[in-house]
């Protein structure tokens, strides 16, 4: 390792979903149903038109689930950067494709097909709650947005010798 250890932060998730970082970290955490009212109509809000029973998709799990998978690639692939990607979800909560719009880069020289691999994979594997329209499943895409910073932290300081 370098003179300084290398310590990454997976910023507040759904940031595509939020005007500010505190309010982003309202959308972390359980299933769509244990979201407050506010969080879910600040998710509504991205959505063009959404009728007034309609609701987009959600993981079923809820963000933390997705969070601690990409998470988990940190050390791997050491990213920085945004993620910006929409997943399409069918009526049945299967993811059936990925679109990426921004990848991270990889510190650790993974191609950016490597990379779209890796992240394909815990969204496509994640069920969700599909989209109702109408009252009604029904497929619709959902956007994920995360920010990946590389923060260099100082080396601990050990004990001294005499």
Not at 70 to 77: A, Y
Not at 79 to 94: C, D, H, M, S, W
Not at 119 to 147: H, Q, S, T
């Amino acid at each position: 390792m370098s003179q300084h250890a290398a310590r990454y932060l997976l910023l507040a998730g759904l940031t595509v979903l939020a005007s500010t970082p505190s309010q982003a970290a309202t959308l972390n955490g359980g299933p769509y149903a244990t979201l407050s009212d506010s969080a879910k109509q600040r998710l509504r809000d991205k959505y063009e038109d959404l009728a007034a029973d309609d609701e987009p998709p959600y993981p079923l799990e809820g963000m933390d689930a997705i969070s601690d998978a990409l998470d988990k690639m940190i050390p791997v692939i050491q990213p920085e950067g945004t993620l910006f990607a929409a997943v399409e979800i069918n009526e049945k909560g299967e993811a059936t494709g990925v679109s990426f719009h921004s990848l991270p880069t990889s510190h650790a020289g993974a191609t950016e097909a490597q990379m779209r691999q890796l992240y394909a994979l815990p969204l496509v594997n994640a069920r969700y709650k599909p989209a109702l329209c109408k009252g009604k499943a029904c497929n619709m895409a959902w956007p994920i947005m995360f920010e990946i910073t590389r923060v260099k932290t100082p080396e601990r300081a050990g004990p001294r010798r005499r």
